[in-house]
């Protein structure tokens, strides 16, 4: 039985590798993920049109934003299932914050030079921006 499991493992990693492309170096080389942000993930992208560099947050808790997407997310779409909220500091001790609803989405955003930060938790000291 272990024998036949081992064989078969085998043959399915081959089939598997055999298909992958492979490069110049004769290495196997595996797809690129779809960039597409996937269920319970808000993403945001540093060009129009979901393209270019992208980072997403997956809720819950505060987090700072990338060097990628940081005052420059071009665009975003959210497929999580809470409100989340994009943070912007003004200056030290001040902060503005954007609701990101469920199923929310902009291909040029207008908030892409603002985006410092992203939570789950409404900003109880920002104001709406």
Known sequence: MYRRAATLALVIATAFLSAAPVSAEGTH????????????DVCFYAAPNYAGA????RP???????????RKAASFESNADVTV??????RPGECLY??????DRS???????RLDAVQSDR???????
């Open 29 to 40: 080389t595996l797809p690129a993920p779809d960039r597409g942000s996937a269920p319970g």
């Open 54 to 57: 992208s980072w997403c947050y």
């Open 60 to 70: 819950f808790g505060y987090t700072d934003v990338p060097e990628q997407v940081h």
């Open 85 to 90: 909220y994009a943070i912007h500091w003004a």
């Open 98 to 103: 954007r609701t990101i609803w469920t199923g």
């Open 107 to 113: 291909t040029n955003w207008e908030w892409a030079n």
């Open 123 to 129: 900003p109880s000291d920002c104001q709406p921006g």
